[in-house]
């Protein structure tokens, strides 16, 4: 049975750092890779970034290029996203995800099978 369990939420100031944690069990062949969206209230689920299991190939939405970094753990059941130079606008529940497609979850709204989310909030 697929587990998702997200850590590391939390407030930061802007311009600040956060290192969101998902640790995984119950993967299996049918998902391509593990991914972030987030969603703010009152706006659209967003794909934030997402990497391959197998290959290792990293996804970004245009709103976190160069800002943030995803990374996975040699035994490939833990994702990092590392947040850095966050803005007010980073505000959101992140969900850690499995998806079939992190090309989907990113461009396509595929936003796959998530966990239960965790809080960043970004303000001063």
């Known amino acids: 049975q697929l587990q998702l369990v997200e850590s590391g939420g939390g407030l930061v100031q802007p311009g600040g750092s956060l290192r969101l944690s998902c640790a995984a069990s119950g993967l299996t062949s049918d998902y391509y890779g593990i991914g972030w969206f987030r969603q703010a209230p009152g706006k659209e689920r967003e794909g934030v970034s997402c990497i391959s299991s197998t290959y290792g190939t990293t996804y970004y939405g245009d709103s976190v290029l160069g800002r943030f970094a995803i990374s996975m753990n040699n035994a490939k059941n833990t994702v990092y996203l590392q947040m850095n130079s966050l803005k007010v606008d980073d505000t959101a529940v992140y969900y850690c995800?499995?998806?079939?497609?992190?090309?989907?979850?990113?461009?396509?709204?595929?936003?796959?099978?998530w966990g239960q989310g965790t809080q960043v909030t970004v303000s001063s």
């Open positions: 995800t499995a998806v079939q497609s992190c090309y989907g979850l990113i461009h396509g709204g595929e936003f796959g099978s």
